[in-house]
């Protein structure tokens, strides 16, 4: 079936580091992809997404782009800051009459001033 | 305002009763769902409804049942709780159910079964 996987975490980054957070999805068809955020105590905010391949979805200086020949949609930000310190999650959604969004388990990333 | 509430946001209780969760959106979208979040952060789909019509049912307890008054509500009962019930419990809206519709979600019910 289809599925979402993540890099494990937690990652630890100190104030102006380079971020990638790893992802790769097993799907049938074309699905869309998604990041989410989750800050502490609060719910699941939509990051960025890409809906076809080689879109690149971005957002408050976070980018991922849909690769098709690896299955991959990797989050990158070039200088994280401590107010990104949260938990990402990267979902596909299928494009079959379910349209259903399937996560992956989350990266908790910690950023230290 | 707030587009997507959830109530209550924190909900204790013991094995064995019967609870609700309640929510409600704003925003005027035709689908809705629930989420279930463990202990380990992992989401999970549960249900989905579209105009008041189940669209999605995973493989959930029988206990859990959604019910959907109207568009902007999609209340989850729980019956019988269990300890492994504890979770958090995420509403989530879309404006329709296809596939690059964001989805919208609530600030959680966090489920503390005892």
């Known amino acids: 079936g289809d599925s979402v996987t993540q890099m494990e975490g937690p990652v630890t980054l100190s104030e102006e580091a380079f971020l990638t957070i790893n992802c790769t999805y097993t799907?049938?068809?074309?699905?869309?992809l998604f990041w989410y955020v989750q800050y502490p105590g609060e719910g699941l905010q939509l990051l960025l997404k890409a809906t076809k391949a080689d879109d690149k979805g971005s957002n408050k200086g976070f980018e991922a782009t849909y690769r098709k020949e690896t299955t991959s949609f990797h989050l990158e930000k070039g200088s994280v800051q401590v107010s990104d310190s949260a938990v990402y999650f990267c979902a596909l959604r299928r494009t079959d009459s379910s349209y259903k969004l399937i996560f992956g388990s989350g990266t908790r990333l910690l950023v230290r001033p | 305002d707030t587009a997507v509430s959830q109530t209550p946001k924190y909900l204790v209780t013991q094995m064995g009763n019967d609870k609700s969760i309640k929510c409600e959106q704003n925003?005027?979208?035709?689908?809705m769902y629930w989420y279930k979040q463990d202990s380990k952060k992992f989401l999970k789909i549960m249900f989905s409804?579209?105009?008041?019509?189940?669209?999605i049912n995973e493989t959930v307890p029988n206990r859990f049942s959604p019910k959907s008054p109207d568009k902007a509500h999609l209340n989850l009962h729980i019956n019988s709780l269990e300890l492994g019930d504890s979770a958090v419990y995420f509403c989530?809206?879309?404006?329709?159910?296809?596939?690059?519709?964001?989805?919208?979600f609530g600030p959680g019910t966090r489920l503390t079964v005892t």
């Open positions: 799907a049938t068809g074309y699905p869309s």
């Open positions: 989530a809206s879309s404006q329709q159910a296809g596939p690059a519709y964001e989805q919208y």
């Open positions: 925003l005027g979208h035709d689908t």
């Open positions: 409804y579209n105009n008041k019509e189940l669209i």
